[in-house]
């Protein structure tokens, strides 16, 4: 019976894996297909022939009738891995300070404003994109990259999310070093930090990926495509090139393939981080 059940969980697991993993191989195939032909009938599931033009398009300029066409990618993907990479730095700064003084610093109003913080987490991000690009506005942060990297910086989530990994550290470790007459910021950069990595890896990973994958927000402040994040380079090609699967499959390769990699690295950290709050908290 064991064996039977070990069986069942494995091709189980198996199954789910391979139903995950096919939608991106398939993708992966089709950005290596001609142009036009992931379009005919019968469907092909694999190439008559490999070819990387697609991926010369979109990444190398190219000489169109006399003049220069460029789809922009390659700036576009350096735009998101500096927006999230200073979105992702500066906004740890913030949070996960803030989510350590809400779980271990007692101060007036502390209950008040934590429920207000939790009750703002039902509000949904899209309710409040006009008025803050009003805002912005007003301020002429708009179509600049501090008008698109400000609203990510105090994320709720991070702050709840760093607060309730914070918690499960015991308060004699922190009450211990304050007797030994350190002072708060000590206590929070040798004895509290060095407990959070996995947790603070874990939410870097979350951030840099909301970062480089937001599209909306981007999409309302930036007007200027020299400034445009991947996102909305890859919508801009898609508008005039929707019938052209092979390039926009190309396309999303090389909007999925930085995540990944940075996925694989951090995984240790992601699982660790993970497992180590459900364990505790």
Same mark, same amino acid.
């Given at each position: 019976?064991?064996?039977?059940?070990?069986?069942?969980?494995?091709?189980?697991?198996?199954?789910? $894996?391979?139903?995950?993993?096919?939608?991106?191989?398939?993708?992966?195939?089709?950005?290596?297909?001609?142009?036009?032909?992931? $379009?005919?009938?019968?469907?092909?599931?694999?190439?008559?022939?490999? #070819?990387?033009?697609?991926?010369?398009?979109?990444?190398?300029?190219?000489?169109?009738?006399?003049?220069?066409?460029?789809?922009?990618?390659?700036?576009?993907?350096?735009? #998101?891995?500096?927006?999230?990479?200073?979105? $992702?730095?500066?906004?740890?700064?913030?949070?996960?300070?803030?989510?350590?003084?809400?779980?271990?610093?007692?101060? =007036?109003? =502390?209950?008040?404003?934590?429920?207000?913080?939790?009750?703002?987490?039902?509000?949904?991000?899209?309710?409040?994109?006009?008025?803050?690009?009003?805002?912005?506005?007003?301020?002429?942060?708009?179509?600049?990259?501090?008008?698109?990297?400000?609203?990510?910086?105090?994320?709720?989530?991070?702050?709840?999310?760093?607060?309730?990994?914070?918690?499960?550290?015991?308060?004699?470790?922190?009450?211990?070093?304050?007797?030994?007459?350190?002072?708060?910021?000590?206590?929070?950069?040798?004895?509290?930090?060095?407990?959070?990595?996995?947790?603070?890896?874990?939410?870097?990973?979350?951030?840099?990926?909301?970062?480089?994958?937001?599209?909306?927000?981007?999409?309302?402040?930036?007007?200027?495509?020299?400034?445009?994040?991947?996102?909305?380079?890859?919508?801009?090609?898609?508008?005039?090139?929707?019938?052209?699967?092979?390039?926009?499959?190309?396309?999303?390769?090389?909007? $999925?393939?930085?995540?990944?990699?940075?996925?694989?690295?951090?995984?240790?950290?992601?699982?660790?981080?993970?497992?180590?709050?459900?364990?505790?908290?």
């Amino acid at each position: 019976m064991k064996r039977l059940r070990t069986v069942v969980t494995t091709t189980a697991a198996a199954l789910l $894996t391979a139903l995950t993993i096919a939608p991106l191989a398939y993708m992966v195939i089709v950005s290596f297909m001609p142009r036009g032909e992931s $379009t005919t009938l019968p469907t092909p599931l694999w190439p008559s022939r490999w #070819s990387g033009e697609n991926y010369y398009e979109l990444l190398v300029r190219r000489q169109v009738d006399g003049g220069w066409f460029d789809y922009r990618i390659v700036p576009a993907l350096l735009n #998101s891995l500096g927006v999230a990479a200073i979105s $992702t730095v500066l906004g740890l700064l913030l949070t996960v300070p803030a989510g350590y003084a809400f779980a271990k610093l007692r101060f =007036r109003g =502390r209950e008040r404003l934590l429920q207000l913080l939790i009750a703002s987490l039902v509000v949904p991000g899209q309710v409040a994109m006009l008025p803050l690009f009003l805002i912005f506005k007003e301020l002429g942060l708009v179509n600049s990259y501090a008008g698109l990297i400000l609203p990510s910086l105090a994320g709720i989530f991070a702050v709840l999310f760093v607060r309730q990994a914070t918690l499960a550290i015991p308060d004699e470790m922190i009450d211990a070093a304050r007797i030994d007459g350190a002072s708060e910021g000590r206590v929070f950069v040798h004895i509290v930090l060095p407990l959070l990595v996995p947790i603070v890896v874990t939410l870097a990973l979350f951030m840099f990926l909301g970062s480089w994958n937001d599209f909306l927000w981007p999409l309302i402040v930036l007007a200027d495509q020299h400034l445009y994040t991947l996102p909305v380079a890859v919508a801009a090609i898609a508008r005039e090139h929707a019938a052209d699967g092979e390039l926009m499959m190309a396309a999303a390769v090389v909007t $999925t393939i930085p995540v990944l990699l940075l996925f694989l690295t951090l995984q240790r950290y992601y699982l660790t981080g993970l497992l180590g709050g459900s364990i505790k908290g």
